[in-house]
């Protein structure tokens, strides 16, 4: 069975400080992983996908996250947090014909 | 350019009524999702089509029926609507099926209400 579980519905951050998502999966078959972020009233956006290449995936607006086999997790990172960051988040893992998401984490940014 | 347009953008319509939902693509992709939105963020797949073919057919009330004309059309049709049924619908395509590894494009969303 395949699964992903996003640690923290809700993160809040300083403006410039570093953002941390956690995502932890478990999955039968060698990974995919993804990250989506969605603004208010709009679809999902990919950030960057983890495809067994690179274990340190750099993605758009400054995102990156590492894969860590032996830890089941693909960790999402920004080394300073920007106001336009503040959006909900989704990790997803895809094995097979689906790709199954996290129940997301909502990053607030404090000015 | 829109690459994944939906339409329309808001539905609200009553218990019992019979409506459509269209997804359109213009990137070339050969696969096309709807997945549902609940109010708590939560994202479920319900169907899938890869070149018109449906690939996944999630357990999903026979109420509702995706169509798929062609490959870069997806629609989804649904029957005497229940307030459950109230929530954001994304369509979404990918080059290839999910296994591959590649990302999906999201459309922008229809928000569904039920009253």
């Known amino acids: 069975a395949q699964s992903v579980t996003q640690l923290g519905s809700h993160v809040s951050v300083s403006e410039g400080a570093l953002v941390l998502l956690r995502c932890n999966y478990s999955?039968?078959?060698?990974?995919?992983l993804f990250w989506y972020v969605q603004y208010p009233n709009q679809g999902l956006q990919l950030l960057l996908k983890?495809?067994?290449?690179?274990?340190l995936v750099k993605g758009i607006n400054g995102f990156e996250a590492e894969f860590k086999k032996s830890e089941t997790s693909f960790h999402l990172t920004k080394p300073s947090a920007h106001m336009s960051d503040a959006a909900e988040y989704f990790c997803?893992?895809?094995?097979?014909?689906?790709?199954?998401f996290g129940a997301g984490t909502r990053l607030f940014v404090k000015a | 350019d829109t690459a994944v347009s939906q339409t329309p953008k808001y539905l609200v319509t009553q218990m019992g009524n019979d409506k459509s939902i269209k997804c359109e693509q213009n990137?070339?992709?050969?696969?096309m999702y709807w997945y549902k939105q609940d109010s708590k963020k939560f994202l479920k797949i319900m169907f899938s089509?890869?070149?018109?073919?449906?690939?996944i057919n999630e357990t999903v009330p026979n109420r509702f029926s995706p169509k798929s004309p062609d490959k870069a059309h997806l629609n989804l049709h649904i029957n005497s609507l229940e307030l459950g049924d109230s929530a954001v619908y994304f369509c979404?395509?990918?080059?290839?099926?999910?296994?591959?590894?590649?990302?999906?494009?999201f459309g922008s969303g229809t928000r569904l209400t039920v009253v």
């Open positions: 979404a395509s990918s080059q290839g099926t999910a296994g591959g590894g590649v990302g999906y494009t």
């Open positions: 999955s039968s078959v060698p990974p995919y």
């Open positions: 983890y495809t067994s290449a690179a274990t």
């Open positions: 997803a893992l895809t094995g097979g014909f689906k790709t199954i």
């Open positions: 990137l070339g992709h050969d696969t």
């Open positions: 089509y890869n070149n018109k073919e449906l690939i």
